[in-house]
């Protein structure tokens, strides 16, 4: 692992998507990061990442990253939950990444639109806007939906609406009531 001291989960993380690339699991970092990428300034101490993998893949997963040294947690949901699980990863100086896996509504070509972004030299797969949008709208925490309004004013015209109801859509009703609530706010 290249960190070398806390306050480093971005360092965490490249070391993380690497694995996931040789794998061959289908990513897409979300959560902060994504938000910096999307015009959305906020601190955040770990990193998150959503996956296209299933739970025995993220069990396979889990012991490669402890084999490597991480702290592992995995956390599988119920029926009710909307993530069905999250393999936690911690190195030794409490930087974290968090991995996704199943999120009720995520369509699955959100990781053919995820963007490729520039992050210490490295290529990171980004979830997209319209998919970040929709996916914090579905959150609904007041924080959430702050970062929902303010990807969709810094994109202005860029957004891509259609797109984004038919994803809010998928997410069930409420999501996408809220998303209609905010288009009629805003500009």
């Known amino acids: 692992m290249t960190t070398k001291g806390p306050g480093e989960s971005g360092l ?28 959305v300034v906020r601190a955040s101490v770990d ?6 993998a299933d739970l025995p893949h993220l069990r396979r997963l ?7 040294g991480l702290e592992t947690q995995l956390r599988e949901g119920d029926a ?23 999120l009720r509504g995520l369509e699955p070509a959100a990781f053919s639109r995820a963007i ?5 030299e490295t290529a990171l797969r980004v979830i997209g806007l319209e998919d970040f949008i929709a ?10 939906r702050l970062d929902a309004r303010t990807a969709i004013q810094v994109a202005g015209a ?15 009703p409420a999501t996408r009531q809220a998303l209609d609530a905010m288009l009629t706010e805003l500009p």
């Open 135 to 144: 996916m914090k709208l579905f959150a609904g925490s007041p924080i959430d």
């Open 62 to 68: 889990a012991q490669q990253f402890a084999n490597a």
């Open 116 to 120: 490729t972004v520039t992050f210490q």
């Open 12 to 39: 965490l993380l490249i070391d993380v998507v690497a694995v996931l690339t040789e794998a061959r699991v289908s990513y897409a970092v979300i959560g902060a990061m994504a938000a910096a990428v999307h015009g």
């Open 158 to 172: 860029a957004l891509d609406r259609l797109l984004l109801r038919r994803l809010a859509e998928r997410y069930g």
């Open 47 to 52: 990193a998150d990442v959503i996956l296209a």
């Open 80 to 102: 009710a939950d909307p993530i069905s699980a999250v393999l936690a990863l911690k190195d030794t100086y409490d930087n974290r990444v968090d991995l996704l896996a199943g």
